[in-house]
């Protein structure tokens, strides 16, 4: 694969997981989700190394979810109760919320980050907020942003709580639709750390070569 669809293909999983964890899913996001083209899509990320495990998870989930006779209704219950409850009694899917910063500091850094890519926090939401950050860094895939900035946004915005947000949803519930996408998100971001780590090794050896 060219360096130019794989860039694609990252932008089009930031945006997509962005979408899908920013608000409950209505029916027609749920009835988009059974389609042919939908399930090849996701099928599709087992090719990236590393995920093949997880994407299987997330399409066991899926399923479960589809086939639910209140399906969004219980979806929503679902969101809800994992993300919207004030902590404890829920999981924060702000940055903000964990120890390597604080909300006001995180989310400062944030708008500027937003300003800078074109971008605003949604509907009011925080800007600190996984979707917000995953929107973001699809923007900086899409616009071919220099790979050490993608890098630093990822490693210093997102992989430094994600990690512990996946983990606190899972124990939620181990099977759920959405602690499987946060899973799922999570390695993929872990894969892609590894990836624009070896992309700049390769910038600095060809660089040191001149």
């Not at 399409?59 to 809800?80: H, K, N, T, Y």
């Not at 940055?95 to 509907?123: F, K």
């Not at 699809?138 to 900035?149: G, L, P």
């Amino acid at each position: 694969m060219q360096h130019n669809q794989i860039h694609q293909q990252r932008a089009a999983v930031y945006q997509w997981f962005s979408q899908l964890l920013f608000r409950e899913l209505d029916e027609k996001q749920l009835a988009s989700l059974e389609n042919g083209n939908s399930q090849a899509w996701i099928a599709s990320l087992e090719a990236i190394p590393g995920l093949s495990a997880n994407v299987k998870r997330f399409e066991r989930s899926l399923g479960r979810v589809l086939r639910r006779d209140s399906r969004q209704l219980e979806l929503a219950a679902d969101f809800a109760s994992l993300f919207l409850l004030a902590p404890p009694a829920s999981v924060s899917p702000y940055a903000g919320h964990y120890p390597h910063t604080t909300a006001a500091e995180e989310r400062l850094q944030m708008n500027v980050l937003l300003v800078e890519q074109g971008l605003a926090a949604r509907e009011n939401e925080p800007s600190d907020h996984i979707a917000v950050q995953l929107a973001l860094m699809a923007r900086m895939v899409a616009k071919e942003e220099k790979f050490s900035a993608q890098y630093y946004f990822l490693h210093h915005h997102i992989l430094c709580w994600a990690p512990l947000f996946r983990d606190a949803c899972l124990v939620r519930d181990n099977e759920g639709f959405y602690p499987q996408a946060v899973n799922l998100i999570v390695r993929f971001m872990q894969e892609d750390e590894q990836y624009l780590e070896s992309l700049l090794m390769d910038d600095f050896y060809f660089s040191s070569q001149r």
